[in-house]
């Protein structure tokens, strides 16, 4: 069965730091480009990042390029999402996914809440 918990979530000043994890299980995670989406509210979810297999390749929303790490530890089944110089604007729920089989269907976790705030 897959599933992916995330952690790490909360509420933070402008200028904050939160890291957040992603604990998979039930598939390969090693083979899998793992990937970071947040929705905010009355909007569409959005790709914040993603990691390829073996951690070489990353990929950032322009919006978060040069404030946000993604990495991933392949014996721990994880991946991160470092956050730092946080701005109002992404106050989110932030969601770990995965896309897997032939259809290459995807697969989130349950969400964790990332409020920014003074």
């Known amino acids: 069965q897959v599933q992916m918990v995330e952690s790490g979530g909360g509420s933070v000043q402008p200028g904050g730091s939160l890291r957040l994890s992603c604990a998979a299980s039930?598939?390969?995670?090693?083979?899998?480009?793992m990937s970071w989406y947040r929705q905010a509210p009355g909007k569409e979810r959005e790709l914040v990042a993603r990691?390829?297999?073996?951690?070489?390749?990353?990929n950032y929303a322009d919006s978060v390029k040069g404030r946000f790490t993604i990495a991933r530890d392949n014996a721990k089944n994880t991946v991160y999402l470092q956050m730092n110089s946080l701005k109002p604007e992404d106050t989110a729920t932030y969601y770990c996914?995965?896309?897997?089989?032939?259809?290459?269907?995807?697969?989130w976790g349950q969400g964790t809440q990332v409020t920014v705030s003074s």
């Open positions: 996914s995965t896309t897997l089989g032939a259809t290459s269907l995807r697969y």
């Open positions: 039930g598939f390969i995670f090693s083979s899998r480009i």
């Open positions: 990691i390829f297999s073996t951690g070489d390749t990353t």
